[in-house]
């Protein structure tokens, strides 16, 4: 197989040796804002695999895409106090999101880093993810509906970050 594909999937098996049972009661670090539980153990897990896998100054930035009202986005960005975006088509999504990361709690202020910021935008269009990419970013998506997955791996390995 082509040696991204390899990586890709070393990196796959080392984010789910990573992750843990889901926790019985919300951790204390996890914002709530009205999840159900078993989203609020889905974002727990994905952050603790995240920091394990990427907690060492590995990664410069978060791009979610698919990032509904911003929970994983901003929890990726209070563990990880890197900067993160959130990319959601749903324009109420999106203004939901805003209004609740200024209501979070978030690091990297007063370093003047732009801790979370979320982006109005549908990723269909070829290349419009590969259009907001850095390199050092990780790409993250707890939801990622239809084909996101794909576009998600495909501008990651055009990208060769």
Request: aromatic share 2%.
């Amino acid at each position: 197989p082509p040696q991204t594909l390899v990586h890709l999937a070393t990196a796959i098996d080392l984010a789910r040796a990573a992750l843990a049972p889901p926790p019985r009661e919300a951790p204390s670090h996890v914002s709530c804002f009205g999840m159900k539980k078993r989203k609020v153990a889905q974002v727990a897990a994905f952050v603790e695999a995240a920091h394990a896998c990427f907690g060492g100054g590995t990664v410069d930035r978060v791009v979610e895409i698919a990032a509904g009202r911003g929970a994983l986005t901003r929890q990726l960005q209070l563990r990880l106090g890197l900067p993160c975006l959130g990319i959601e088509p749903d324009p109420a999504a999106v203004a939901s999101a805003v209004r609740m990361a200024a209501k979070a709690s978030v690091r990297g202020a007063e370093r003047g880093v732009d801790a979370v910021t979320f982006q109005e935008r549908g990723l269909e269009s070829e290349g419009a993810l590969l259009q907001l990419l850095r390199p050092r970013d990780l790409v993250a998506g707890l939801h990622a509906c239809g084909n996101l997955g794909d576009v998600a791996v495909k501008a990651v390995a055009d990208a060769a970050i």
